[in-house]
């Protein structure tokens, strides 16, 4: 028999945990389902902050320029508009629940600044932002009655009225009842039920073989919300991150966009600086530009990577501004207060993934999205620095709005759903097949679907993760799912997305750069991917 709560949230970062609290505050039944432990998620990871016009030298109209200029006309201006003029309320609020963002000396909120932003509005906690919004938050949840925390649940699939035959997938009668999470601890699969259930699983990094995103980013989310029938948008859309510290065991590590907001300077292997080369803005430039600026000088000089000078940063106290970062440069044996440090791009974020309006409400009846798995309209075809945690936040409260006039209109309404059933799948007997087609997806996605592509690559690609698609799904219906094979199918699955859009837009925008199409087209269009309507 399956569990039931009002509402179902998949993920435990600033989206999800926010989400939930302000439905607990309505007073609903609410469970966390996070495949590892509560505070990990790519919110902890966040380093730089929060964008939020909060000083009297900025302004709204400011924020919503530099924010439509960074997205390249891909931009929904009243997505961009509502979050931005929502952004004081909900800063506000997350202090309310314990956030403590810096003070300068005269005791108002120290600024950053950060790419493609005209004036400082980066709200930040030195350089853990996320991890002291993270924990604030999970403290909050803590002394919630109405919020159950599953740790270790890996969400399976959603469980819809067409997966149960009731109707096609993509009829106007479908809607979310479910889901099937996988209890890693206990090695069981689980059904619970719900009235809304709320994605807000992150992004999806660990599509590519080089990425500043922990191990949890594997797109689950989008490819839950796919399978089930709902619109994906702009998934080509990939930003890759500037400055990822090359370290000499071949890992990469983000050093944030705020060093250099604070006065690094990119240098090549000869130490010329050479942004002024790309941009008007320098090393302030949006990522895109400085990504591919990167890439560029690289191919030009044949290195393995440019240089990150910061030993002019805050006037020697680079140390006390970003202890983390600072930390992590010295384990891997580079001192940026003495030295530059070899660096190179690497992704970062997705700007597109499940279709939603301002209210995160997608295109599938009960299913709300938040955070890096959603698409509202406010990134376009580039993220502007910091704006993430503000859609999340923003998103979680309107949501939660929308959330409980959904659950208020269901009660009552629960359909019985289904156990999983395992049927004659044994054991997993060569899980090597796992590990060599994880590694061959990533690299593939790295070689042909990166900062700079062609029609030649990603046809290339879309073959070879065809070949891997079939083999894991053949492998899916044959052995008891395991953490790893989930992973793997979301992430081919996410693969498969990103590329079928890719292929859609013939221009050069934003993040998407191509050498078939460099030129930009007239008017600025969504690429989007439905599965096709039927039965599952």
């Not at 930003?239 to 006065?263: M, N, Y």
């Not at 996605?445 to 053949?474: C, F, H, N, P």
């Amino acid at each position: 028999m399956a569990t039931h709560f009002e509402a179902i949230i998949v993920g435990s970062g600033i989206g999800g945990l926010s989400f939930a609290l302000n439905l607990a505050q309505r007073g609903h039944s609410v469970a966390i389902v996070t495949k590892k432990t509560s505070s990990e998620s790519n919110t902890n990871w966040a380093q730089g902050g929060i964008a939020c016009v909060t000083d009297k030298t900025d302004d709204f109209q400011s924020h919503v320029k530099d924010t439509l200029t960074a997205g390249d006309g891909l931009c929904d201006l009243d997505a961009v508009r509502h979050i931005i003029e929502s952004g004081p309320e909900r800063v506000a609020e997350l202090i309310a629940w314990g956030v403590e963002f810096e003070n300068g000396t005269d005791g108002r909120p120290d600024l950053g600044r950060e790419g493609g932003h005209s004036k400082r509005r980066i709200l930040h906690a030195r350089d853990m932002t996320g991890r002291a919004i993270e924990s604030a938050l999970l403290r909050a949840i803590a002394r919630s009655p109405k919020v159950v925390m599953l740790e270790h649940h890996l969400a399976i699939d959603l469980i819809t009225r067409a997966k149960l035959g009731a109707c096609p997938i993509g009829a106007a009668e479908d809607r979310v009842l479910g889901l099937h999470v996988l209890n890693t601890k206990a090695g069981r699969v689980e059904t619970i039920s719900a009235d809304a259930v709320v994605l807000a699983t992150g992004g999806t990094g660990q599509v590519y073989q080089f990425t500043t995103n922990p191990g949890i980013a594997t797109g689950d989310g989008i490819a839950m919300a796919y399978r089930a029938g709902a619109e994906v948008r702009d998934m080509e859309m990939v930003q890759f991150h500037p400055t990822a510290l090359k370290a000499p065991d071949g890992s990469r590590a983000l050093i944030s966009e705020a060093v250099r907001g604070e006065g690094a300077i990119l240098r090549d292997v000869s130490l010329r600086a050479f942004m002024k080369d790309f941009h008007p803005l320098g090393d302030l430039a949006p990522r895109d530009i400085v990504a591919r600026a990167i890439d560029s000088v690289m191919k030009r000089d044949g290195a393995p990577h440019v240089l990150l000078d910061a030993t002019q940063v805050a006037k020697g106290h680079f140390a006390e501004r970003f202890p983390h970062i600072h930390a992590t440069c010295l384990k891997a044996g580079f001192d940026l207060t003495k030295e530059p440090a070899p660096v190179v791009p690497a992704a970062h974020y997705l700007c597109g993934g499940v279709a939603t309006d301002l209210r995160g409400q997608t295109s599938l009846p009960g299913l709300f999205a938040v955070g890096e798995v959603a698409c509202t309209g406010l990134h376009g075809a580039n993220r502007l620095a910091s704006n993430s945690l503000l859609e999340a936040v923003v998103l979680a409260h309107d949501g939660a709005a929308a959330a409980h006039d959904e659950i208020i209109a269901k009660r009552g309404e629960a359909m019985p759903l289904p156990a999983w059933i395992d049927g004659s799948a044994g054991d997993p007997d060569e899980r090597v097949v796992l590990t060599h087609n994880w590694d061959e997806l990533r690299r593939t996605m790295w070689d042909y679907v990166g900062i700079v592509r062609s029609t030649k690559r990603l046809q290339r690609a879309r073959t070879r993760i065809g070949t891997l698609s079939d083999e894991v799904r053949e492998y899916y219906w044959n052995f008891r799912v395991e953490p790893r094979l989930l992973e793997l199918r979301n992430l081919i699955q996410v693969a498969e997305l990103i590329i079928d859009c890719a292929l859609q837009r013939r221009e050069s925008r934003g993040l998407h750069f191509t050498l078939d199409y460099p030129a930009k087209l007239a008017e600025a269009r969504h690429t989007s991917v439905r599965r096709p309507q039927g039965r599952p």
